[in-house]
């Protein structure tokens, strides 16, 4: 149990249709993230929450729409994706600031555009 | 822009080895380091976290040391077991504290 906890572990989808990707963390965190992990390419940062407001967006297209209702629960709502969007995509959670806080990540949602 | 190299990409040792992995940077100032290591299929755990201030930083059989002036973190691991198999991570924070860059990682295999 990693206190992160991201679900569906697996999920594929076509290139029409719209899914919501779902993480919760029991840390009592106020930072969330949302991480793209391709095939032999860095870890890279989407975007990026504190205290619920939107402070990150790594040039993210717009097919891809983070929403976080609480410091506890974010998510990831997908639509009309690509094929090369296939990837596994992780939460992770912190403290927010300047503080000494690790990063604490999901074991993540393998995705699969058909 | 902050470029995160890592160095091996991959590494095959027999047990009970004394490895040492390398991490460099372009951008000196950072706020914090951390190393992460991931098993297949699965997220990041994190091992060590070191602050800007800080030189190095132990945890049992894994010490992590950081030279920010030179741009390098090293990460050593001490009597190398098949179970410390796994993709290592390094990962620097911006000095606002909220972005992170991570290496492409360093894929370890130990034989027993």
């Known amino acids: 149990e990693t206190g992160v906890t991201q679900t569906p572990r697996h999920l594929v989808m076509g290139m029409t249709n719209k899914k919501s990707l779902k993480c919760e963390q029991h840390l009592g965190h106020n930072a969330m993230y949302w991480y793209k992990q391709s095939a032999k390419k860095p870890l890279e940062l989407m975007f990026v929450?504190?205290?619920?407001?939107?402070?990150e967006n790594n040039s993210v297209p717009s097919r891809f729409s983070p929403e976080c209702p609480n410091s506890s629960h974010l998510f990831l709502h997908l639509h009309t994706l690509q094929p090369e969007d296939s990837a596994l995509y992780l939460c992770?959670?912190?403290?927010?600031?300047?503080?000494?806080?690790?990063?604490?990540f999901g074991n993540g949602t393998r995705l699969t555009v058909t | 822009k902050q470029e995160v190299t890592q160095i091996p990409a991959a590494l095959s040792v027999p047990e009970g080895e004394n490895l040492v992995l390398n991490c460099s940077f372009t951008?000196?100032?950072?706020?914090?380091l951390q190393w992460f290591r991931q098993d297949p299929g699965k997220g990041l755990t994190s091992l060590l976290l070191i602050q800007s201030s800080q030189r190095e930083q132990t945890s049992g059989r894994l010490n992590a040391s950081l030279d920010k002036s030179s741009g390098r973190s090293t990460l050593y691991i001490a009597a190398s077991q098949p179970g410390d198999s796994a993709t290592y991570l390094c990962?620097?924070?911006?000095?606002?504290?909220?972005?992170?860059?991570f290496g492409a990682g360093t894929r370890l295999f130990v034989k027993a």
């Open positions: 951008d000196s100032a950072i706020y914090n």
């Open positions: 929450y504190n205290f619920k407001e939107q402070t």
């Open positions: 990962a620097v924070w911006d000095t606002g504290g909220f972005k992170t860059i």
């Open positions: 992770a959670s912190r403290e927010p600031g300047q503080g000494v806080s690790p990063l604490h």
